[in-house]
């Protein structure tokens, strides 16, 4: 066997490896195996950091005053401040905590209200379709909560989208100019709202998701939530 086949084989043999042990067991393991995914991020944790090990030991040119080095210098620290944003983010991502049995506890507090808290549910939109649009504006009017109102905003200000809006039974929403993006967007229309939901122009949520982000702040006094499924920002009496 040649050299050069030793040599790819050698390289390539630990990533076949890892591959072919996840393929084999993370199907039967469950996601919300708190186990299991601590040892899949120190797993993969443990890629990057020897990835970045060998890039600063082995890549770099002699340290000189030379445009290799200066090139080299900046390429290996971008790579390592990537490496670092997404060690962050694996950490963040192997905590699991379910606050279902909180959300089922207090479900009688929100349904014992004399009167149903206000939502206003956003959908932000600037150019998405008809088609992805309308299916939205459906799921969104039919979430299982009686005090809500469906708000459509538009930062292209298509006289299609009013009328299909109009034809749903949600409310339109527009405003001269773009800016602030989605941000001033749902600023435009914030105002002494008790709750509001904010959904991407592409989710559906399951029914029953309004009652359960409340019930679930209620429980934990928390500003933002992410449920499954719903991109979304609450805000709690964001404007006074």
Known sequence: MSPSVNILIETLAPTALVMGVAYSVLPWVSSRNELARAAAVAVMIGFMWRYLLWRWTSTLPPFAWSLDCIVGLVFVIVETLAVVGSTLSLVTLARLKSRSGEVDRNAAW????????????????YNEGETILERTIVGALELDYEAKRVWVLDDSRRTWLRDLSERLGARYLTRPDNEGAKADNMIARIGRDEFAVQFERDDAARSSIIRQIYSGRYSTQIERIQPSRVAAAIFSRLVR
Not at 110 to 125: E, K, M, N, S, W
């Open 110 to 125: 929100l349904a014992g209200q004399p009167r149903p808290p206000l939502v206003d549910v956003f959908i932000c939109t």
